[in-house]
């Protein structure tokens, strides 16, 4: 397949394009402004070679990536971006609650407008499936598992944006026959995250750098850790299924508290030889204290099921994160 990947220069999309590159076959552009991903962060996963909006060549598999830099919000960056596309991956976005917070109507703009203008391209340009990079914010507050049938109530200005994104993908699929999919992933660790903020990546950074661990709240808090590879996997397959204008949610069905991933990763970092101490901030405004999934509907419709242990996750993103070090 011919596929577009908005930032593709990011956690999420490089890991995408890794396993695309691996699996053969498929031609692949992004789209991306470098505002955090870098040409650098690309190069880590797949040769790459870069065009100007105007001289966009023809996508041909198994060719280098074919990196466009712009910003999703130009509409004449998406119109170039889709050309001869078979399904768009949209990761590229205002990511997380505290970025929103400070700036909601950049969140907004980014994340809103900008999907829009991405959908709208496609449409344009007749292109069928497109894969949104939802997140369990939409649902905001609620008494876990969350899943898709439950009632939106975003408590902070990305979760209004993600669920806004949702609702046009859903639009799309009504109104256009754009097979749309958002995928609410939870929260994604995994080798490739050295510039994420996200609890994993953040406490092995801190650690590798002699730092005290901050964690917010007493640590009871709970989220649902999932391993990158078993997300790609879900992107994948949302990206090839006959279906559209649906919801699904990609976790791993597991309540864990801060404090138990903070205790795994301790001990994966010691086995390394690496000391950890630790601390506690107050709680931040905007996160919500419980949340894991139900993936049934992912496992029934997509036929997913993620495979791996989060300490078999941890101890391999901690692998990574030494390797970096060392090289
Ligand atoms: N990582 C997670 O735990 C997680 C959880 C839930 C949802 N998500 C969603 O998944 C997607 C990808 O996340 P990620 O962790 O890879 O993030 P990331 O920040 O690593 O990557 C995002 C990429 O998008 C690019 N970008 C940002 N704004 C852009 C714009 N206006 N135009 C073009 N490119 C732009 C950045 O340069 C970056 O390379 C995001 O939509 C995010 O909201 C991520």
Known sequence: MNWLITGGCGFIGARLIARLRAEGGHAIRVLDNLSVGSRADLDTVAEHTVHGLDRVPELTPEQPVQLLVGDIRDPAADRAAVQGVDVIVHLAANTGVIPSIESPDFDCETNVLGTVRVLEAAREAGVTRFVLASSGAPLGEQTPPIHEEKL???????GASKLAGEAYCRVYHACFGTRTVALRFGNV?????ANKGSLVAKLIKQALGGERWT??????????????????????????????????QI???AETTVNEVADQLE?????????????????????VLRNYADIGKAREMLGWEPSHTLASGLART???????RAS
């Open 251 to 253: 976790a791993t069905g």
């Open 318 to 324: 901690v692998e990574w994160f030494l390797e970096q």
């Open 152 to 158: 939106p109530k975003p408590v902070s200005p990305y």
């Open 189 to 193: 660790y995994g080798p490739g995250s």
């Open 267 to 287: 001990t994966q970092l010691q086995l390394q030889g690496v000391s950890v101490s630790r601390g506690n901030e107050p709680a931040r405004t905007g996160e």
């Open 215 to 248: 964690i917010y709240g007493d640590g009871t808090q709970t989220r649902d850790f999932i391993y990158i590879d078993d997300l790609i996997d879900a992107i994948v397959r949302a990206a090839q299924v006959q279906t559209g204008g649906e919801i699904f």
